[in-house]
């Protein structure tokens, strides 16, 4: 299947998979407010056997057939990082949590 890969200027190393180049009207509404701005990123062929670096190529497939998209996100190594015990414990600073 040919597909088609959008970055989101939004949110870091967060991707979207279209079946069909620049139909963003099949994304539902408050995943595109989500992803905000989108930049063409790659065009591809692609087949349930080929290695993606992230992603399960047949999981993508199924997707795209169901769907028309497919959302990928970052890699659990990052998200897993801003869990981190250490990040949650940085010192606070009191001036700029009352700004907001």
């Not at 992803?35 to 190529?57: H, T």
Request: charged residues 25%; proline residues 8%; aromatic residues 8%.
């Amino acid at each position: 299947m040919h597909c088609f890969v959008y970055a989101s200027l939004r949110k870091p190393d967060t991707y979207l998979w279209l079946s069909r180049r620049d139909d963003f009207a099949c994304i539902p509404a408050s995943l595109a407010l989500m992803l905000g701005e989108l930049r063409f990123a790659l065009e591809v062929e692609l087949s349930g056997e080929r290695k993606l670096p992230q992603e399960d190529a047949a999981l993508v497939l199924a997707h795209l057939r169901e769907q028309g998209w497919h959302l990928q996100m970052p890699p659990q190594q990052t998200l897993a990082a801003a869990n981190h015990p250490a990040y949650k414990s940085a010192p606070r600073d009191p001036d700029r949590d009352r700004d907001r």
